[in-house]
T-cell receptor, first 113, second 113 residues
Framework: GENVEQHPSTLSVQEGDSAVIKCTYS??????FPWYKQELGKRPQLIID?????GEKKDQRIAVTLNKTAKHFSLHITETQPEDSAVYFC????????????FGKGTLLTVNP | EAGVTQFPSHSVIEKGQTVTLRCDPI?????LYWYRRVMGKEIKFLLH????????ESGMPNNRFLAERTGGTYSTLKVQPAELEDSGVYFC???????????FGPGTRLTVL
């Protein structure tokens, strides 16, 4: 089955700096890659996703890149703010028309004011 | 629109007891997923309903877990009898179409003593 590895497990940055979280996946049939943000005590919320027919997607300060050949995708947050502090999860579906998600172990991002 | 709701938010039970978790998806969402996060580990897929039918239950740990979605609306996940290793946060998610965003509920934190 699908396996998703996520790094780093923790990341601490200064406000205004950029943060990058990287994930790799194993199933070449995967074609949907969402990123979820979970603030303390709250539910995971989708912040951005990318499908395998594009290599990059951007939404304001957040961008995701996908390299299908290497089977890795990354989340980039620019101009970080304290409210970006949360656990971020990457995920991949099981390919084709199967949309069950396999998650990475999460990255605890701390943005220091 | 109202989000995905789950009940209870917390449950503490003794080993050997039975617990039933409930999930109410967003109205009109045919797809309903159950996931579980054991402390410190990744969020793992349990099963997927399309309307009232089990589409994929490959993630269910064993036959102590029983999920139902009668009428294709809300879903229940029963654990009987509960074991210590069942402790964790159980998330429910729903999506309108198969390839659409999965919206997560707030989770049920289950503690088995």
């Amino acid at each position: 089955g699908e396996n998703v590895e996520q790094h780093p497990s923790t990341l601490s940055v200064q406000e205004g700096d950029s943060a990058v979280i990287k994930c790799t996946y194993s199933d070449s049939a995967s074609n949907y890659f969402p990123w979820y943000k979970q603030e303390l005590g709250k539910r995971p919320q989708l912040i951005i996703d990318i499908r395998s027919n594009v290599g990059e997607k951007k939404d304001q300060r957040i961008a995701v890149t996908l390299n299908k050949t290497a089977k890795h995708f990354s989340l980039h947050i620019t101009e970080t703010q304290p409210e970006d502090s949360a656990v971020y999860f990457c995920a991949a579906n099981s390919g084709g028309s199967n949309y069950k998600l396999t998650f990475g172990k999460g990255t605890l991002l701390t943005v220091n004011p | 629109e109202a989000g995905v709701t789950q009940f209870p938010s917390h449950s503490v039970i003794e080993k050997g007891q039975t617990v039933t978790l409930r999930c109410d998806p967003i109205s009109g969402h045919d797809n309903l997923y159950w996931y579980r996060r054991v402390m410190g580990k990744e969020i793992k897929f349990l099963l997927h309903f399309v309307k009232e039918s089990k589409q994929d239950e490959s993630g269910m740990p064993n036959n102590r877990f029983l999920a139902e979605r009668t009428g294709g609306t809300y879903s229940t996940l029963k654990v009987q009898p509960a074991e210590l290793e069942d402790s964790g946060v159980y998330f429910c998610a729903s999506s309108r179409g198969l390839a659409d965003e999965q919206f997560f509920g707030p989770g049920t934190r289950l503690t088995v003593l």
